[in-house]
């Protein structure tokens, strides 16, 4: 997986320095070619003579340099298929989160385009502990950036505690994962929904439900960065259209199901993340509803399944995903969805837990197949949760 692959390097300033230099032998060994970025505080620690010698490349420090007559930043980035950091110290952290470029390894990260970045944090306990650092590496998860977590054990400063960087082999073991993932989806067209939809009960009220769209567009900007060619589908959240990706914003079910029933024909993929509205007022009122009256009753109408809508049309060779909130008998009620929509795949949510689910930044799932297999998504983020979906649909995809 490693051999021939073209990874930079990024080493900051921390103690954890020399265990950079040991990834980075690590790496060479396994035939990779290296390219190490070296911060000036990380120059205080290991010297760029060291990681020249192991890497058997030109070590680069200076944002200016040229670099065969083109800038620094910019062709190394065009180099790489692959940029980590490790040792990843809080103050590049806080820097790559907030998109502060006052260096050649922070300017290397705002201009690396699509290519997959990991990041082995490593401090002391109580700055990693700290709200702002923690901020940060949430932050840069969201946008898709791979943590490899620090260990627990004794501390530079002498402490116990988590802080230390993963171990060499642990951060070349993601390393290699993150490239298996890569772009196995390359060439695919894959359609995601994403989000609630909203009933109109009159023209400043309605019906709608907690979902963010943060598991829809977890999974969009996941597809993507495997390669595929996304088409998002979306009602209304507040996040903004990931970049690279075919967006379309809906309101209503019917609107999203129009969409939706238009894109699918062309697609390999399809991925039903969206909370869709199972019930509409029948007759929205025209006017603002006067609170003239002690109490009001509505009348809903069922709203169209646009999944089941789908598993009735599946072309052959078509994945179909869908998932199922239940906050009770979950796994009975995934399974009944599965069959009755005619699925590959269900990816069962207990909405019934406050850590995970509508409007939460992490989930966990129970993945449900035809033939009654089972497999456990754990508690992630939900960008690392949507890389786990895609690897179970990505193995069907891939079924003789
Ligand atoms: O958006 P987030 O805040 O990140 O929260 C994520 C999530 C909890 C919304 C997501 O993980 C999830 O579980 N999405 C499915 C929500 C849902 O509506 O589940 P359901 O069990 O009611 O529906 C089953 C499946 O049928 C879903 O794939 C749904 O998209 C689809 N459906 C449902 C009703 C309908 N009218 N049309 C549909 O296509």
């Known amino acids: 997986m490693l051999a021939g692959r073209k990874i930079l390097l990024g080493l900051t300033g921390g103690i954890a320095a020399y265990k950079g230099a040991e990834l980075c032998r690590l790496l060479v060994r396994k035939e990779a070619q290296v390219k190490v970025v070296m911060t000036q505080n990380a120059r205080a620690f290991i010297t760029p003579l060291t990681l020249q010698t192991l890497s058997g490349f030109k070590v680069y420090t200076e944002t200016f340099e040229a670099d065969s007559y083109q800038v620094g930043h910019v062709s190394l980035a065009r180099w790489a298929e692959a940029l980590v950091v490790a040792p990843a110290t809080a103050n590049v952290i806080g820097k790559m989160a907030n998109g502060i470029a006052d260096d050649l390894l922070t300017t290397l990260f705002l201009a690396r385009g699509q290519i997959p970045v990991l990041l082995a944090p490593a401090m002391n306990d109580e700055m990693y502990r700290e709200e702002i650092v923690r901020d940060n590496l949430k932050a840069l998860r969201l946008r898709g950036i791979r943590m490899v977590d620090p260990n627990s054990g004794q501390l530079a400063c002498g402490t116990f505690g988590v802080g ?83 967006f379309l914003g809906v309101e209503t079910a019917a609107q999203m199901m129009e969409a939706v029933l238009r894109e699918a024909p062309g697609m390999d993929i399809i991925i039903k993340a969206a909370a869709v509205a199972d019930y509409r007022p029948l007759k929205p009122a025209e006017d603002k509803i006067k609170k003239d009256s002690s109490s009001l009753t509505v009348t809903l109408a069922r709203n169209p399944d646009i999944l089941a809508a789908l598993g009735r049309q599946k072309p052959a060779g078509q994945v179909l995903v869908g998932f199922a909130a239940e906050t009770r008998d979950l796994l009975e009620n995934a399974a009944k969805k599965l069959a009755a929509k005619n699925l590959d795949l269900i990816a069962a949510n207990d909405v019934s837990r406050g850590d995970i689910g509508f409007d939460r930044d992490e989930n966990a799932l129970t993945l449900l197949y035809p033939g009654g297999e089972r497999e456990e998504v754990p508690l992630l983020s939900k960008e690392a949760a949507a890389h786990r979906l895609l690897d179970a649909i990505a193995k069907i995809k891939n079924r003789p």
């Not at 298996?180 to 989806?185: A, C, P, Q, S, Y």
């Not at 994403?194 to 023209?203: F, S, Y």
């Not at 969009?220 to 259209?241: F, K, N, Q, Y």
């Open 164 to 246: 230390r960087m993963a171990e060499p082999g642990e951060i070349l073991a993601a390393l290699a994962a993150l490239l298996k993932e890569g772009r196995d989806l390359a060439g695919l067209k894959v359609l995601v929904t994403a989000g609630p939809t909203r009933e109109a009960l009159d023209p400043v009220r309605y019906f709608s439900n907690r979902s963010s769209g943060k598991m829809g567009f977890a999974l969009a900007r996941a597809a993507r960065d495997r390669g595929a060619e996304v088409c998002l589908v979306s009602g209304p959240t507040a996040l903004e259209a990931p970049g690279g990706i075919s």
